[in-house]
């Protein structure tokens, strides 16, 4: 079973603060992507990373795949109330072609003006 | 904008009712996907289709559930004898066939049985 955890689950900081989520698993991903969800909408992509060691920046947003292609971690600088909402990692069902995305169960992040 | 559209945005049934939602994928995207969402959850997979062919189904998919996809186009899911554990946010999303997966989801539609 390819699981992905992220961590934390909850974080509540205060605009302006840096911070840092993380989605791991013990499978290799041959990509993976990060979604932003608002409360009551689909997520939305953000990002897709595809090469170990793979850094992608996106504004105050920068996205890491890790070196063996396990885990991803996504930073933000300067937080903002606008960067309010429920992240989410997801990647390909290892099963011959890449065919559903398998989601993590979000960080939710909450950023205190 | 010609995004993933999902139709009702909410539908509030009954134990024991059917309900259908449609979904209308990005309109060069020849892959489409049904997932569902509980409160604090990220999507579970339910099944995909390609083209007007449904290649995977979850186990979640139970036989009260099924989805069509006629022409490739549109696609149509339909819970049969609606159950209070079926309340949840089901979600559409649409793909191009490539390598690399990326799914580009609609709006969802917000299920509640009372």
């Known amino acids: 079973t390819q699981l992905l955890e992220q961590s934390p689950q909850f974080l509540s900081i205060q605009e302006g603060e840096n911070l840092t989520v993380y989605c791991n698993s013990s499978?290799?991903?041959?990509?993976l992507q990060w979604y932003r969800q608002e409360p009551g909408e689909g997520p939305v992509l953000l990002v897709t990373v595809v090469t170990g060691g793979e850094v992608k920046k996106l504004k105050r947003l920068t996205f890491q795949f890790g070196d063996a292609r396990k885990d991803s971690s996504l930073h933000i600088t300067a937080a903002q109330p606008g960067d309010t909402g429920l992240y989410l990692c997801?990647?390909?069902?290892?099963?011959?072609?890449?065919?559903?995305?398998?989601f993590g169960s979000g960080t939710q992040l909450t950023v205190l003006p | 904008d010609t995004g993933v559209s999902q139709d009702p945005r909410h539908k509030i049934t009954k134990r024991g009712q059917n309900v259908t939602f449609r979904c209308d994928p990005i309109s060069e995207h020849n892959r489409l996907y049904w997932y569902r969402q509980t409160l604090g959850q990220g999507p579970e997979f339910l099944t995909y289709f390609q083209n007007e062919a449904q290649l995977e189904k979850s186990r979640l998919l139970s036989d009260r559930f099924s989805a069509e996809r006629p022409k490739g186009s549109f696609s149509t899911l339909e819970i049969q004898r609606t159950e209070q554990g079926d309340s949840a946010m089901y979600l559409c999303?649409?793909?191009?066939?490539?390598?690399?997966?990326?799914?580009?989801f609609g709006q969802g539609t917000r299920l509640t049985v009372v």
């Open positions: 997801a990647g390909p069902k290892l099963s011959g072609s890449a065919r559903q995305l398998t």
């Open positions: 499978s290799v991903f041959s990509s």
């Open positions: 999303a649409s793909s191009l066939v490539f390598e690399v997966t990326e799914a580009f």
